[in-house]
């Protein structure tokens, strides 16, 4: 990588833990604070590529960022899974008990709801970024306020981490992708693939496409639908597919076209969970 990586954060999120072990530890990240300013530094030519999440194993989908790669034009390059663990931490000498009010990002929260249960004197509120928060604590030498961030934001920002791994499952993974302007093809390496279409409300027509994407050897990891704004009740379908052999998902290519309107691809990549 020439320039920066754009990622939704600053040092210490999980966006900048996921540039760290997709590009190397050395990589240069360019911090923003949400995810158009994300995708405006990698349209902007400030950077070369952009990370974004795009689903969480206990969450869902992350729905606007599908919106935003679509109607950017951008290109999925590649994708990365993380275990997100989230921890509870504070300014050194605070305890759980002193703590009156929690800030994180909205999906940290939700994914961590069921921890607070126990502590009905903690009021919960909604922050642009984990790691921000983590941050501020630490700038502004702030007590009597926690921050759900990463162990690296603990590490940072020299917070004491006083309740681990407070997400209500255990195993917690969110699926981030790696965007650029342009696709890179390798085709070697190509074994998954991010596509888009519309369909026609005709009986059927969604399970006669899923049905040549299975006889086309293609296996459906993800099937997510949005609404067309400008046409009420009508739906874009945003779907990723593994194959063995890109020369199925070409054949299949060639008939979505002919079967779906407005087929686009996301983007042509390596499946990470291979």
């Known amino acids: ?8 954060g600053i040092q210490g999120s999980f966006h900048h833990i996921v540039s760290q072990e ?71 000498g605070q305890t759980i008990k002193d703590i009156k009010e929690v800030y994180s990002h909205p999906m940290a929260l939700l994914q961590c709801k069921a921890f607070f249960k126990n502590y009905p004197h903690i009021k919960l509120i909604e922050d642009k970024d984990t790691a921000d928060v983590a941050k501020r604590i630490a700038t502004n030498n702030t007590k009597e306020t926690a921050a759900i961030a990463s162990t690296l934001a603990a590490k940072i920002f020299k917070l004491d981490i006083i309740a681990k791994s407070i997400q209500s499952i255990k195993h917690n993974e969110t699926r981030f992708v ?27 027509s969604l399970a006669a496409l899923l049905n040549v994407m299975s006889d086309c050897k293609l296996s459906l990891t993800k099937i997510q639908s949005l609404p067309v704004v400008e046409t009420p009740w009508l739906y874009s379908f945003f779907v990723d597919v ?22 686009k691809i996301l983007g042509e990549y390596k499946n990470a969970k291979v």
């Open 1 to 8: 990588m020439n320039k920066a990586v754009a990622i939704q």
């Open 242 to 263: 593994t194959f063995q052999d890109y020369k199925d998902f070409e054949k299949a290519k060639a008939i979505i076209k002919i079967m779906a309107t407005h087929f």
């Open 22 to 92: 997709y590009f190397g530890e050395a990589t240069v990240v360019e911090e923003c604070l949400s995810f158009d300013e994300t995708v405006n530094a990698l349209l902007s030519g400030k950077t070369d590529a952009a990370i974004m999440a795009l689903e969480n194993s206990i969450a869902g989908s992350i729905i606007p960022n599908y919106a935003l790669i679509d109607n950017h034009n951008l290109q999925i390059v590649g994708e990365y899974y993380l275990d997100i663990q989230h921890q509870l931490m504070v300014l050194p």
């Open 178 to 204: 790696i965007v650029k302007l342009k696709a890179e093809r390798h085709l070697k390496n190509i074994n998954k693939a991010s596509i888009k279409f519309q369909l026609d409300h005709k009986r059927g």
